[in-house]
Nanobody, 123 residues
């Protein structure tokens, strides 16, 4: 049974940092492509950051490149999204997802496993 649980969201002021975590159970993290997606009210879900199996390659949406960073801790089976210099437009529910490498970076149909989401609000 594969399970992804996000944490670390919150309400913050613009300019500060947050780190989201995604604890993964039911499979070995290093075997899957991991992605962070977000959905703002009234908008479609979009890919934010993705990392290939083995952490060999990363990809970022242009809107977050240079500010966000995705990483893995295989010992803890956890994926992180470090978010710096947050902006009001980063406000959204953030989802962690796991999928095959064909999903890299943001092809949602190749990500069968999703977390419940964590809310990030930037004012």
């Amino acid at each position: 049974h594969v399970q992804l649980v996000e944490s670390g969201g919150g309400s913050v002021q613009a300019g500060v940092s947050l780190r989201l975590s995604c604890a993964v159970s039911g499979y070995r993290l290093s075997r899957y492509c991991m992605g962070w997606f977000r959905q703002a009210p009234g908008k479609e879900r979009e890919g934010v950051a993705s990392i290939r199996p083995g952490a060999t390659t990363t990809a970022y949406a242009s809107s977050v490149r240079g500010r966000f960073s995705i990483s893995l801790d295989t010992a803890k089976n956890t994926v992180f999204l470090q978010m710096n210099s947050l902006k009001p437009e980063d406000t959204a529910t953030y989802y962690c997802a796991a999928g095959t490498s064909t999903g890299f970076p943001f092809r949602e149909s190749a990500y069968p496993y999703w977390g419940q989401g964590t809310q990030v609000t930037v004012s």
